[in-house]
């Protein structure tokens, strides 16, 4: 299920780069940029320690990447501003699955 869902949020944000860079408004482009930057690198690290064994982690990955992105595509899109104070709950989200990968390596 980790591997579908990285999937789709992999192509989630492939679409949002493609329509930031070539159809939204500036402060909108920069928005779908953003999370689509930091969606991708966390598709891509879900699959990757997931085939490490860190399962916790990669759903972290795959949670705080479609919120944080979540929101700043939903703004970008017409959505109420006050998502923005949602955005940082994905991204404490991607901070915890870095820190639980990380302390899975010390304890080995």
Do not use: N
């Not at 979540?70 to 955005?87: C, D, I, K, S």
């Amino acid at each position: 299920m980790i591997v579908v869902l990285a999937g789709l949020s992999g192509a989630m944000a492939v679409a949002a780069g493609a329509f930031g860079a070539h159809g939204a408004q500036a402060q909108a482009a920069e928005w779908l940029r953003t999370g689509g930057m930091y969606q991708l690198i966390h598709a891509v690290a879900a699959v990757a320690v997931l085939h490490l064994g860190a399962r916790m982690p990669a759903w972290l990955f795959l949670a705080g990447g479609l919120v944080f992105a979540g929101t700043l595509y939903a703004m970008a899109l017409g959505g109420p501003r006050w998502l923005g104070a949602v955005t940082p709950i994905g991204g404490t989200l991607l901070i915890v699955g870095w820190l639980w990968l990380g302390w899975s390596g010390v304890r080995g």
